[in-house]
């Protein structure tokens, strides 16, 4: 048998040498490609998910290399194959089990996340487009927090309508363009992945579930978290909620919770012929629903092609708070002017 000189590393149950994939989120699946040299370290995303048929993530040191030529010289003995990219799926959710309990996270767990909104980086570029008080009450009142994962991670907890938490989706954002973080992998994980909660059973929520007991505003619904929270700042009149993705909670095991109220879908650019199929499911269990084809009709080839949604038209419009925080920050003067005479800013934004 060849001695291969790159191979996945062998199991240690000393070391515990299996990750988390960056693909599928998966605690304790991933196994990462080694120099059997030593010549070389291959960043962490370099390696394979063993959960074959429910992920598939699979990215090569011949990929790496192929990405990466200046790392030629050690690769005399390793010819790069001009393959296909690695399959890097959207993360699987675990499967739903019918016939088991939902699992909750303790509130003490969401609380602890509630905090150090100044390394959050989707805080900080929700404060310089809405101004820190308004993107302060959105986290709480949406129930986002900080996570250590990669430094300055995002933490969208899902609460249910009876106020239980369901889980709690991590990912990173670019804290100057507030897009998601995707490369060299999507930086996406769960709660109860990263807390290793055996046998936990995953029924999720919508995002911002918790916000319709006790409200019968009527109700948007948006794909993105992100997008809910910067809607329910510019449009309050309605309560933003979010799929979560493609493969969220956007399924007829969750309309029930709809029942009674109305409801108008905000799909992004490019799902609306899908959400049109979504809105007919739920008119059929007699969920009053509209369906919103403005942007659909209106975008134009740029928009198209990036998939935008409502927020991102939104967010062009800076609140007067964010306009009044840039001014005094390149006028500290002009802030004790307003607070000594207590002056108040008109004319710049939504509020």
Not at 81 to 100: A, E, I, Y
Not at 272 to 295: A, V
Request: glycine share 6%.
């Amino acid at each position: 048998m060849d001695n291969f000189r790159f191979i996945l590393e062998p199991y240690n149950r000393h070391q515990r040498n299996r990750y988390t994939c960056p693909s599928c989120g998966k605690h304790r699946e991933f196994t990462r490609y080694i120099d059997t040299q030593g010549a070389i370290s291959f960043p962490e995303y370099v390696g394979k998910c063993n959960r074959i048929n429910n992920c598939g993530y699979h990215y090569t040191p011949a990929m790496y290399f192929d990405e990466h030529p200046e790392c030629k010289e050690y690769n005399k003995s390793f010819p790069i194959v001009k393959d296909k990219k690695p399959v890097v799926c959207h993360p699987r959710l675990p499967p739903v089990r019918r016939h088991t309990d939902t699992s909750f996270i303790p509130d003490e767990i969401m609380q602890q996340t509630m905090k150090c909104y100044e390394q959050n980086n989707l805080f900080l570029y929700l404060v310089n487009h809405l101004g820190y008080e308004s993107a302060l009450h959105l986290m709480k009142t949406y129930h986002v927090g900080t996570a250590r994962k990669w430094k300055n991670a995002t933490v969208f907890w899902q609460t249910d309508i009876s106020g239980k938490i369901r889980t709690g989706k991590i990912m990173q954002y670019n804290a100057e363009t507030g897009k998601r973080i995707k490369e060299p992998y999507a930086h996406v994980s769960w709660v109860h992945t990263e807390l290793d909660i055996p046998e936990f059973h995953l029924q999720q929520c919508y995002f911002g579930e918790h916000l319709l007991y006790n409200s019968r505003k009527p109700v948007a619904i948006v794909e993105s978290e992100k997008t809910a929270i910067i809607a329910s700042f510019y449009i309050p009149e309605y309560i933003w909620l979010a799929t979560g993705g493609k493969n969220g909670c956007f399924n007829e095991q969750n309309f029930d919770v709809l029942k009674g109220r109305n409801i108008v879908l905000f799909p992004d650019i490019g799902m609306t012929q899908e959400w049109k199929e979504k809105c007919i499911q739920m008119r059929k269990r007699n969920i009053r629903t509209e369906i919103s084809e403005y942007l659909e009709v209106n975008a134009n080839d740029v928009e198209r092609v990036n998939g935008y949604d409502i927020a991102d038209y939104l967010i062009k419009v800076k609140s007067g708070e964010a306009v009044l925080q840039s001014m005094t920050r390149k006028n500290p003067a002009l802030k004790l002017l307003i607070e000594t005479f207590d002056l108040e800013l008109s004319g710049f934004g939504t509020q």
